[in-house]
């Protein structure tokens, strides 16, 4: 199989080993590109971060791809088919850890970046990439930062696409305008240990807590909207017990999330969860971690931009979703930019052998590359 330049820039980009906060030279590998055309890099470094903020043009209109170069650990080596970061094809498919996400997002935005540039030396307005190595950690001292910095010196992103996973079967079925909320909480019911033998000199917190947890989880928080689905809540961890049979432990911790609509606030979702709490007379402490809150972009010009060109390239009428997880977009959109996520098919992305169709990186890369002649000329 011949190598297109982009085929060629993902896997050098998967070669590098950058699990989160690494970078491991990816985003230098992509200045140094960029650099030779006209782009001009900004290295922002806080903490143990990388962070790439590269531009070519100035003044409004700007479009700034927003992506990252860390990945998830790659999970038990030997259960890979190969080597998760020696990038190999296999029946048309790209594998490797990053592939889908989103490696290959940065590899297509780069290149029709390049082609664009080719064509259009004299463009408009600013043109660029933010990219972090911060998104698959605690999300601190990424993108959120970049954007202070920004904010800072009166930096305005007019349009930004994420090149996060977006797609389930094919690139461009499926295009995001925005995403939910995600409110995480750790809790700990209080009990008083003892002798499982003598329940009556003991309190089982693991007792306490069962009948609350039932109801927060038949709750119904809201019915979403037509953006949103229904906010959910799900518990991750419960975690209780000395690790003997024949000892009531002292206390339960339970770890849980919600991923909330626009119907309804954090502040409203912890109000909800505290008083059902409280109404079973429960001993506990809670801590709260709002992760993001939901943020929309309704139909403008990014996101009829974006819909027109998957169309042009490849004939698919996306669907329009806020489904998922948290993307860095909910730390760009409260800038007042448009907001929109189009990436490949998510379907392996976390997981062994993770994977992108070859041909799907140049399908994408000619979405990109199609956007930017339809805001930027």
């Known amino acids: 199989m011949s190598m297109s330049t982009t085929l060629t820039l993902a896997k050098d980009l998967i070669s590098r ?167 995480g909480a750790t809790l700990r019911v209080h009990g008083v240990q003892g002798h499982v033998a003598y329940p009556h000199l003991a309190s089982n917190p693991i007792h306490l807590a069962s009948p609350a947890l039932t109801e927060l989880g038949n709750t119904t928080w809201d019915n979403g909207n037509e953006f949103y689905p229904p906010t959910t809540f799900q518990i991750s961890n419960i975690h209780a017990g000395t690790g003997a049979d024949n000892v009531i432990p002292g206390h339960i911790d339970i770890m849980f999330n919600f991923r909330y609509s626009s119907e309804v606030t954090h502040e409203e979702l912890k109000n909800r969860v505290e008083s059902i709490l409280d109404n079973y007379q429960l001993s506990y402490d809670i801590e709260w971690k709002l992760s993001g809150e939901p943020f929309l972009t309704p139909k403008g010009k990014l996101l009829e931009t974006v819909v027109a060109s998957v169309k042009e390239i490849t004939g698919n009428d996306p669907e329009i979703s806020t489904s998922g997880g948290t993307s860095d977009g909910r730390f760009i959109a409260p800038t007042g930019a448009e907001v929109v996520e189009l990436g490949p098919v998510n379907a392996s992305i976390h997981k062994i052998d993770e994977c992108v169709k070859v041909d799907d990186l140049e399908t994408l890369s000619n979405i990109y590359e199609q956007i930017l002649r339809q805001l930027i000329k």
């Open 17 to 183: 080993a950058s699990v989160t906060p690494e970078d491991a030279g990816c985003q230098r590998l992509i200045a140094e590109r960029l650099e030779k055309i006209g782009f001009k890099a900004k290295h922002l470094r806080f903490a143990d971060v990388d962070n790439l903020w590269i531009t070519r043009g100035e003044g409004a209109p700007s479009l700034i791809y927003v992506g990252h170069t860390d990945v998830v650990p790659a999970g038990p080596l030997e259960n890979w088919t190969s080597d998760p970061f020696q990038p190999e094809i296999r029946d048309g498919c790209l594998y490797g850890r990053g592939a889908a996400d989103m490696k290959g997002s940065i590899a297509s935005m780069t290149t029709a970046l390049e082609r664009f540039i080719a064509e259009h030396p004299d463009h408009k307005g600013t043109i660029g990439m933010l990219i972090t190595s911060d998104e698959e950690g605690p999300s601190i001292n990424g993108t959120l930062k970049v954007v202070d910095y920004l904010n800072s010196r009166n930096i305005k992103i007019d349009w930004c696409l994420v090149g996060e996973p977006t797609c389930i079967n094919t690139v461009g079925d499926v295009v995001k305008n925005g995403r939910r909320g995600s409110l």
